[in-house]
Structure formats: structure tokens, C-alpha cells
């Protein structure tokens, strides 16, 4: 862990720990092809434009308390941040961002074609908001404790036969079962894309709203217990930061923690 890590602002950013970056054209970062894979506490970059940070095409990945950021600009099935192809697959504690600036028309934030189960994920956009926050197909994938927002509330969370299913989930989207509707800017710290902190706000909604779960999100994405304060937080982060920069409460939750 980084020694800053509860003040750092949350986006990939190679100075704060492990990291991996790809800036070639229409060449996915990561591409996990072997089945039982787990990946955990790693930053993913992909600069390139039709570009992602991570293609997962085998049965049974696990990911861990990652950050995935890329500027893909690709349409359809080759868009996304990340792309989640086969089955049975788990994400906890991740924050996808989507940084295009021109985002084509069927672009998302993750393309979710296979099945599988994400818990306390914050999946956002920094650029142009995408047609849909996923695009998904005939295979069921569960959503539970996450925070999905696409920058524009006219927009989709999912295209195509939808098998997605939600638990105290928000998103600046409204209409979808499962998903409270919120302002975007009030969830994060900060959502502009040269100033980027997805460490949750003073105030925000999904604060002490999501689904209680010792066994998959029972801490943060940078290690604090969960939950901090009366219930846990929807989405990657959990506690708040202040108003004027103070982290007191995740602070003191980091404190008992360690030595109770």
C-alpha cells in the first residue's frame, strides 16, 4: 500500500503503486486468457484509442481492488474500458474509468458479454458520456453495491437483451430496477477529467446505502474495513472525504483496523 493511500487521489496514477500501462493502437493492455485467474492490487492503463486495459477471455477470472483506465473510442463490442467475455468471472472492489473524448455511437463503459458477479465496483466516465454503461448479451451477470455513471442521465446502463441484475446499485441513469438514480458530480470527489478523484464525498448518496456482505467486499479497494460509519458504501470506496480535504473518518477506521 502506498503510504498516502487514504489521501491520494483514487485514478491510475503509476506514482501511487504497481502499474501497467499500453499506448498502441487497438491493443488491449491485458488480455487474460487462462482459466482460474486471479489479479488483485494492480493499476491498468490503456492509452491507445480502441484500446482497453483489460480483455478477459477465459472461464473463472477473479479481480481484486484494481484500477482500470483507458480512452477507448472504439463503437460496439470493441469498446469499453474493460471487456468481460466468458463466464463465471468475480470483480470486487474495482474502479473502471472511461476517459474518451469522442466516445461513437454503441460505445460503453465495459462490454459484459459473459456472466458472472461484481460487487462494490465504481464504473464512471470522465469524457463524452458513452451510448451505454455495458453492453451485455444473453448471459446473466449480478450487480451488487455498485456505482454506474455514464456523465449524462439521458443515456443507457445496458443494450441488447439485458441479463443484468442489481442491488442497491446508483447511477446518474434512472428506470432500471435495483439502481437509485443520483447526481453524478455529488457521488466523487471529483469527476472533471484532468482533475479525476473517485474517493467517495462528504454528502454523497451512496454513502452507508449499500447491501451489507462479509465475504466479498468486506473491505475497500485500498484495504479499509468495511463499513465505515452505519452501513457499507456503495461503489470502490468506502468512508468519505470532507468538504476542506480532511479524511478523518476513513482515517479512523484505517486506525481501528490495524489496532483496534
Known sequence: DNA?????????????????????????????SENNTR?????????????RALQSNNTAITLDNMIFEADNREAGSGGGAIALNWTAFVVRNCLIIQRATVVNANSSIANITGGGDLYSCSFVTTGAAPTYC????????RFTNCALYANDSTKTIATGPTF??????????????GVT???????????????????NKSGAN???????????????IV?????????TDVGAWEGFVAAAGSVVPVLMAEYRRRWG
Request: aromatic share 10%; glycine share 6%.
Open 164 to 177: 443484468l441484475t442489481f442491488t442497491t446499485c446508483y447511477s446518474d441513469i434512472s428506470g432500471t430496477t
Open 134 to 141: 455495458f453492453n451485455n448479451s444473453t448471459v446473466t451477470s
Open 223 to 231: 484495504g479499509t474495513a468495511r463499513p465505515v460509519g452505519a452501513a
Open 4 to 32: 498516502n493511500k487514504l489521501t491520494n487521489a483514487l485514478f491510475y496514477n503509476s506514482a501511487n503503486g504497481t502499474a501497467i500501462t499500453g499506448s498502441s493502437f487497438n491493443t488491449d493492455t491485458i488480455i487474460s
Open 39 to 51: 489479479i488483485s492490487n494492480l493499476q491498468v492503463q490503456a492509452t491507445g484509442l480502441a484500446s
Open 181 to 199: 438514480q443520483a447526481t453524478y458530480a455529488n457521488q466523487f470527489v471529483n469527476v472533471v477529467d484532468a482533475t479525476r478523484d473517485f474517493r
Open 206 to 220: 451512496i454513502l452507508d446505502t449499500g447491501t451489507a456482505d462479509t465475504v466479498n467486499s468486506f473491505i475497500d
